[in-house]
């Protein structure tokens, strides 16, 4: 397979990121390997799309630290490619995490992705249901009965409200946020609560949730991969994560820890309850964030933590991506006009 790994940048990703592993993985097998970061697309003249791409040099890689130091360095092939004779486009950037200056990038990828469908290179996830998923309003699409009660709104008498409804206890963050910014559990006696009402609101559209006590021990991802629990010989992608102390975001990205997952009841209810609008919407790897029995959080795009998950399972769940992508361009190859784009990417 030639397989595209679209990125913010080359120079912002990490070893332990899942992209890492995908491309060293997906390099190790034989695939041809490109990261393009969001930048980098073109559409020329002949209605073509293009990309200036970073591959790998042609050597063998032991382990995601040299694999990705090469990359990162002066090794790296660069060059110009046809985003059409790619295979697999995996759209691993973060649209939440563009610089001010940059908002063109948070749509830039969808939209070259959009282009690339028209040659049939498989797009995951599908451009048009990542449109739908631009935010954390995309979780109000969902029942209610596995959602915690929500408002969303750039009043801050509206947010007040809410805090008066639920007690004097909610947690405030910014609809389009990403990585645990800005993220505040705010209780009825909050001597600053305007001020972080003001700080929310700078970021645009605010949600606002009921606040869930299981919080306090953190959360769990759960990973989806085509619409069902990626789950291997019982072991399952997942992973338990905890805020340090004092912390009530248990995100990775501020210091969160992680721990083995037993999955439960409810994580399964979860999963089957949201299952048909994202096989619908053609999310193909979806992270979903789970406490106790409610959905809080639904990652769309470049979802955090397979890794860890896998070394907490001494499991390779990173293969078992690899192994669907290869699937899916085997089903294409058979027969690429029976499916849609959406369609193959949950099949």
């Known amino acids: 397979m ?30 041809q390997v490109y990261y393009i970061e969001v930048a980098d ?13 970073h591959k790998p040099p042609p050597r063998k890689f032991r382990t995601a630290s040299t694999f990705f130091k090469a990359m990162q360095s002066q090794e790296a092939l660069r060059e110009r490619i046809s985003v059409e004779m790619l295979d697999v486009l995996m759209l691993r950037n973060d649209p939440a995490r563009v610089e001010p200056h940059q908002s063109w990038a948070r749509t830039a990828a969808m939209n070259f992705g959009r282009l690339a469908l028209r040659h049939g290179v498989i797009v995951l996830n599908d451009p048009d249901g990542l449109s739908h ?55 009825k006696d909050e001597p600053n609560v305007n001020q972080i ?43 338990h994560r905890q805020g340090s102390t004092g912390e009530i975001r248990s995100n990775l990205t501020v210091g969160g820890r992680v721990a083995k997952v037993e999955l ?7 999963a089957q309850v949201v299952r048909p609008r994202l096989v619908q919407d053609g999310m193909f790897l979806v992270g979903l964030d789970v406490v106790k029995d409610k959905l809080m959080e639904i990652n769309v795009f470049s979802p955090g933590g397979l890794v860890g998950a896998g070394r907490l399972n001494t499991i390779s769940f990173v293969d078992m991506i690899i192994d669907a992508l290869e699937l899916k361009v085997a089903h294409l190859g058979h027969d690429a006009r029976r499916y ?8």
């Open 2 to 31: 030639k397989i595209g790994f679209v990125v913010n940048k080359v120079a912002t990703e990490r070893t332990n990121y899942s992209t890492t592993h995908m491309a060293l993985t997906a390099h190790i097998r034989g695939h």
């Open 41 to 53: 697309f073109t559409l020329g003249s002949d209605e073509m799309v293009h990309a200036y791409a």
């Open 133 to 187: 998923a631009s935010n954390k309003m995309y979780l109000e699409q969902f029942p209610m009965s596995v959602r915690p009660r929500s408002t969303i709104t750039r009043s801050a008498d509206d947010i007040k409200a809410f805090i008066r409804a639920e007690g004097g206890r909610i947690i405030l963050k910014p609809l389009a946020g990403s990585g645990g910014h800005n993220v505040f559990l705010i209780s």
């Open 264 to 270: 439960t009841d409810a994580m399964r209810e979860i």
């Open 340 to 347: 849609t784009n959406a369609e193959i990417a949950t099949l």
């Open 197 to 239: 009402i003001e700080a929310v609101l700078n970021d645009g559209y605010a949600l606002a949730q009921e606040y869930l006590p299981a919080a306090s021990k953190g959360d769990v991802r759960l990973f989806l991969m085509n619409g069902r629990i990626m789950e291997h010989d019982g072991k399952i992608a997942a992973i």
